[in-house]
C-alpha cells in the first residue's frame, strides 16, 4: 500500500496586541514549552519556538493534513488562555490578528533555527518591523502595509 510522505517546514511569526512588551524573561521559557506542546498535541513537529517581548517565531514541521491557519489559530489561542489563566500579565493578553508563515526546504533548516535562536542579537541590530517586512520581501509576499501589524516605532 503506498503512503503519503512529506516534509514541509514553515516559520510563523506573530505579535502581541498592541506590539506590547509583555512577554517576560521569567516566564517566557515556560510559554515556549508550553507553545512547543501545543504543537506535539497537534501531532506535528516543533523544531523551535523563540522570540521578544513583544513577538514570537515558531519553526516547525507540518503535516499535509494540517492546514497553516489551523496549528497558527490554535497556538495563538491557546497559549493566550495559558498566560491569561497563569496570571503572567496584568489584564488581558493577547496576541495580535494574523500571522506571517514562511517555507523552508530541508537545507536551510539549521539556518532557520540558529536566525530563531539568537532573536536577541537579530534586535538589537533589526526592529521588529524590518524583520517581518524583510521576510515578505524576501518571500515576494505581496502585501499592504497599512494591513500590517500595529506597529510602535
Not at 516559520?11 to 516566564?27: D, H, P, S, T, Y
Not at 489551523?70 to 503572567?88: G, M
Request: proline share 3%; no cysteine; aromatic share 14%.
Amino acid at each position: 500500500m503506498a503512503g503519503t510522505y512529506s516534509q514541509i517546514y514553515i516559520q510563523i511569526v506573530f505579535a502581541v496586541k498592541g506590539r506590547q512588551n509583555l512577554i517576560q524573561n521569567e516566564w517566557k521559557d515556560d510559554l515556549h514549552k508550553y507553545i512547543a506542546g501545543i504543537i506535539k498535541g497537534k501531532e506535528q513537529k516543533p523544531i523551535i519556538v523563540n522570540g521578544m517581548p513583544d513577538h514570537i517565531h515558531i519553526f516547525l514541521g507540518l503535516k499535509p493534513a494540517m492546514r497553516i491557519s489551523d496549528i497558527a489559530r490554535d497556538i495563538k489561542n491557546n497559549s493566550s488562555k495559558f498566560i491569561n489563566e497563569q496570571q503572567l500579565v496584568k489584564g488581558k493578553f493577547s496576541w495580535q490578528e494574523g500571522y506571517g508563515a514562511f517555507s523552508y526546504g530541508q537545507s536551510q533548516i539549521e539556518r532557520v533555527y540558529q536566525y530563531i535562536l539568537h532573536q536577541e542579537q537579530h534586535h538589537k541590530r533589526t526592529s521588529f518591523r524590518a524583520e517581518y517586512e524583510e521576510l515578505l520581501k524576501k518571500f515576494n509576499i505581496p502585501h499592504q502595509p497599512q494591513y500590517l501589524y500595529e506597529w510602535i516605532d
